[in-house]
């Protein structure tokens, strides 16, 4: 199991910018996609972005255009960078490989609080 510790989350203004880091306690290399994922109190978890070790993305359509995925395998971390944050936007953040592994062990994720 590898272990995966978010940070970067934390209180920004409508409009900011954010950068979240997911750092792997060992090598993610073998993990072909890795993804973020939000999840707002009463809400279901929404998968948020994707990045494959290649490198190739997929967003959901409600940050498509302002969130950008990356990944630094020699550094075992992958990234998120949100710009033009929204309120909407206001959820605690996690990462995890994909596909989940059965069971689904999620770390402490990171606050993400968009408000004026």
């Known amino acids: 199991q590898v272990q995966l510790v978010e940070s970067g989350g934390g209180l920004v203004q409508p409009g900011g910018s954010l950068r979240l880091s997911c750092a792997a306690s060992r090598s993610i290399f073998s993990i072909n996609t890795m993804g973020w994922f939000r999840q707002a109190p009463g809400k279901q978890r929404e998968l948020v972005a994707t990045?494959?070790?290649?490198?190739?993305?997929n967003y959901a359509d409600s940050v498509k255009g302002r969130f950008i995925i990356s990944r630094d395998n020699a550094k075992n971390t992958v990234y998120l960078q949100m710009n033009s944050l929204k309120p909407e936007d206001t959820a605690i953040y996690y990462c995890?490989?994909?596909?989940?592994?059965?069971?689904?062990?999620w770390g402490q994720g990171t606050q993400v609080t968009v408000s004026s």
């Open positions: 995890n490989g994909l596909p989940l592994a059965i069971p689904t062990h």
């Open positions: 990045i494959t070790t290649r490198g190739s993305t």
